[in-house]
């Protein structure tokens, strides 16, 4: 029996070594994330774990978890920022408030030293709300938008559906997940992060399925999607011009289809020539 139970704590070791083996340019982190049991250590590690990117090992008891990360792909402090995002606070960024209030109650970790902490103006690098707005003052300087590129792809593959150039907007669509791919996201806001986190796998999906086919019709049908998450993102973020976000009665089978724009101008990128000016603008965002 007890030859047994050695294979087997050699097997499991084996295992994990082969998991963190997957992990090309490692680097690895030792920090103190707040949690109380079991279920906070699932919520935490599915949270900050990802495949072929990182994974998050997390003790109840000492509170320590173990970062182990692919440094091209990810940092200490993306893999924080998701975890903050589920509700649990760690020494560099805190759950916002209403997420930790939504946690089950055996996993409302005292958290008081923390939160005063942050009243008594804590450094920015070490609350989420002053790191994001440290991020957004740095923007500010310099004149930049970490999702202009995400805006601007988005833009030339509504101008390749008003033309019906399936093919022209299978390439925009391609450039445009590369900018989804390629969005800083240490450099968004708390409110930008949490709503770009949420509506990221969607962006990706629909871009995706645009740039997978030629086919106008299936295009215009995952604009649609794309469209409203694209809406929700921009919301929230600062403009330097107005956007114009705009509605066709007629797509999507008679149910309506939305749409942004950057001139006032109706240009129907559902129905392109064949009903260029069926729609109206219902929302101008604006800074």
């Known amino acids: 029996m007890k030859s047994i139970k050695i294979v087997f704590i050699v097997l499991v070791a084996l295992s994990m070594t082969t998991s963190y083996a997957q992990l ?6 030792y920090v103190k994330i707040l ?7 699932s919520t935490i590690e599915k949270a900050g774990t990802i495949e072929n990117e990182a994974k998050v090992d ?22 924080l920022k998701r975890i903050a995002l589920v509700g649990y606070d760690s020494e560099s960024f805190l759950a916002p408030d209403d997420t930790y209030l939504n946690l089950p109650s055996c996993c409302q970790y005292e958290r008081a030293d923390q939160v ?3 009243r008594d103006g804590l450094k920015s690098d070490m609350a989420f709300m002053d790191h994001s707005e440290h991020s957004n003052r740095i923007n500010e300087v310099q004149g930049t938008n970490p999702l202009s590129g995400v805006y601007d792809s988005y833009f030339v593959v509504k101008d390749a559906l008003v033309r019906t150039d399936g093919v022209l907007a299978s390439t925009n669509a391609k450039t445009l997940l590369n900018a989804i791919n390629e969005v800083k996201m240490d450099q968004l806001s708390m409110g930008v992060h949490m709503l770009w986190m949420k509506v990221l796998k ?7 399925k645009i740039a997978d086919t030629k086919v106008i019709g299936q295009q215009r ?6 469209s409203k998450n694209i809406y929700e993102v921009m919301k929230v973020s600062k403009q330097e011009s107005p956007t114009y976000y705009q509605f066709c009665p ?3 089978n008679g ?3 939305n749409w942004l724009s950057k001139e006032e101008t109706i240009k129907n990128p559902y129905y392109g020539s064949q009903m260029m000016s069926c729609g109206k603008t219902v929302e101008t965002i604006e800074e």
């Open 58 to 79: 997390w003790d109840k008891d000492t509170k320590m978890a173990t970062l182990t990360y692919d440094s091209v792909k990810t940092s200490k402090e993306d893999i």
């Open 202 to 208: 969607n962006l990706k999906e629909d871009a995706s």
């Open 116 to 118: 005063s902490a942050k």
């Open 250 to 252: 007629m797509a999507n």
């Open 35 to 41: 949690g109380n049991c079991d279920m906070c250590k």
């Open 24 to 29: 090309k340019n490692q680097s690895s982190e």
């Open 221 to 226: 049908s995952n604009f649609d999607s794309l």
């Open 255 to 257: 149910k309506g289809a």
